[in-house]
């Protein structure tokens, strides 16, 4: 089945525990983003690659890391994670070039203390 | 700054009726406008999208209206159904790229 995925679904930490959450299309897709879902803000793009080794700062990069070593996959690493970083964060692909549709992953329920 | 405004917030429609949600764009560049749906525990799934060179989409009970003079575009849920209850987002993307710009969000809940 065509898809993305994230792991873990569910996280709650401590403020300044570093922590990676994963994500992984198995559609060979070349673009790959990442969001924050808050309340009466939408969905906002923390960084996005649109290849290996590639990867660029969206709208609300700060505080956050990626990395882009295999195409498939597309980490988002917060080092020292704060309170204003509880969110809905999401991954999504997209095929590439000349396309625009984007395919979410099942999200991911952070919480930081 | 949004770059995409979306109203309303919430809106609560009877089964059978219509349901409209509006978007604004600032940015002129933008040349691709989506559509998103969003149940409870997903991620957004694409409903339709219009480039700006046409003014109307329709695919079955939904219709995208676009207005390029005025930079709003719409979403029309005909014969709205309670299955319809979801988040709904619109989307406009530049013409650089994949980037999207997402509206805020709109709850829409259809009662039986």
């Known amino acids: 089945e065509a898809q993305v995925t994230q792991n873990p679904r569910y996280l709650i930490t401590v403020t300044g525990k570093k922590l990676t959450v994963t994500c992984s299309q198995n559609m060979n897709h070349e673009y790959m983003s990442w969001y924050r879902q808050d309340p009466g803000l939408g969905l906002r793009q923390i960084y996005y690659?649109?290849?290996?080794?590639?990867?660029d700062k969206g709208d609300v990069p700060e505080g956050y890391k990626v990395s882009r070593k295999e195409k498939r996959n597309f980490p988002l690493i917060l080092e020292s994670p704060s309170p204003n970083q509880t969110s809905l964060y999401f991954c999504a692909s997209t095929r590439g070039r000349g396309s625009y549709e984007q395919y979410f992953g099942p999200g991911t329920r952070l919480t930081v203390t | 700054q949004q770059q995409v405004k979306q109203s309303p917030q919430s809106l609560i429609v009877q089964k059978g009726g219509i349901s409209i949600i509006n978007c604004a764009y600032e940015?002129?560049?933008?040349?691709?406008f989506p559509w998103y749906q969003q149940f409870p525990g997903k991620g957004p799934a694409l409903l339709i999208a219009i480039r700006p060179d046409v003014s109307e989409k329709k695919e079955g009970r939904f219709t995208i209206s676009f207005n390029k003079s005025a930079k709003q575009f719409s979403l029309h849920i005909m014969d709205s159904q309670p299955g319809d209850s979801a988040a709904y987002f619109c989307?406009?993307?530049?013409?650089?790229?994949?980037?999207?710009?997402f509206g805020e969000g709109t709850q829409l809940t259809v009662n039986p």
């Open positions: 690659s649109m290849n290996v080794e590639v990867t």
């Open positions: 989307a406009a993307k530049g013409n650089s790229g994949s980037r999207l710009t």
């Open positions: 940015n002129t560049a933008f040349d691709y």
